[in-house]
């Protein structure tokens, strides 16, 4: 059965009211926090929203100052994105074990490109979510999503195979999935994204819109559930479109 975990849930912030109130409250608190481990990345999204030109990452110094301040403010998760593509930073691995130690809950939001069985290793023992943003059902779609060629699209599936496998391995209770970005260019392959992700083992595949598109998909969101399972579900950022 999938693991739906409290870190991506739908309903999570009503697991944290006490926070909630703390703000309505105007006293500073936080509860989950999405942190750019770097600015440097190795894909060419046309459409990116991030930084990749500035060429810039934490130091180690700063990413351990910025997980103790984290644990003393009562933080209770942090996102690791971009930005740039978080596992390309020197200093990943280390820093999801920082962020553990301090039992900060961790999430990933990756490329998929550079994983490889260390790092799966580590996301699938010690993270609560890793989504991986595929945005493509095929290789051409996924050259105008993420300027790569096709040996990059094949990589990048064959990763999410391999990381299905190793959470599986090890019975992690990681919420695992992939990423869609839909706009009028990319929701004919919704379906084919649906099929894909599923065939590689994930636990959800998720639609997302490119920001401030406004592409209405909800009939082709209704008609997809339909390939939903026990051990697969297809879910919406609902509010944001």
Not at 26 to 48: A, S
Not at 54 to 64: D, N
Not at 151 to 180: C, H, P, Q
């Amino acid at each position: 059965m999938i693991n739906i975990n409290s870190f991506n849930a739908g309903e999570k912030i009503l697991n944290n009211l006490g926070k909630v109130e703390k703000f309505i409250n105007k006293d500073r608190t936080l509860i989950v926090t999405e942190l750019d481990l770097t600015n440097h990345c190795n894909n060419k999204c046309p459409e990116c929203i991030g930084m990749n030109g500035v060429k810039s990452e934490l130091s180690w110094r700063e990413i351990t100052g910025i997980a103790s301040d984290l644990n003393e403010l009562g933080n209770q998760g942090v996102i690791l994105s971009g930005g740039g593509e978080p596992l390309l930073h020197p200093y990943f691995l280390e820093s999801v074990e920082v962020f553990k130690s301090y039992g900060i809950k961790i999430g990933v939001n990756s490329n998929g490109l550079m994983l490889d069985e260390k790092k799966a290793m580590a996301i699938a023992s010690n993270c609560d979510y890793l989504r991986i943003s595929l945005d493509a059902g095929d290789a051409a779609l996924y050259k105008k999503t993420h300027g790569m060629d096709e040996n990059n699209f094949l990589n990048v599936v064959e990763n999410i195979k391999m990381m299905a496998e190793v959470k599986r391995g090890i019975n992690s209770l990681l919420s695992f999935g992939t990423g869609f970005l839909t706009n009028k260019d990319t929701i004919s392959q919704m379906e084919m994204f649906v099929l894909l992700s599923k065939k590689c083992g994930v636990d959800f595949a998720q639609f997302r819109p490119y920001k401030e598109d406004t592409t209405v998909i909800m009939k082709e969101y209704e008609m997809l559930k339909k390939y939903q399972s026990e051990n697969f579900m297809i879910t919406a950022s609902i509010q944001k479109y």
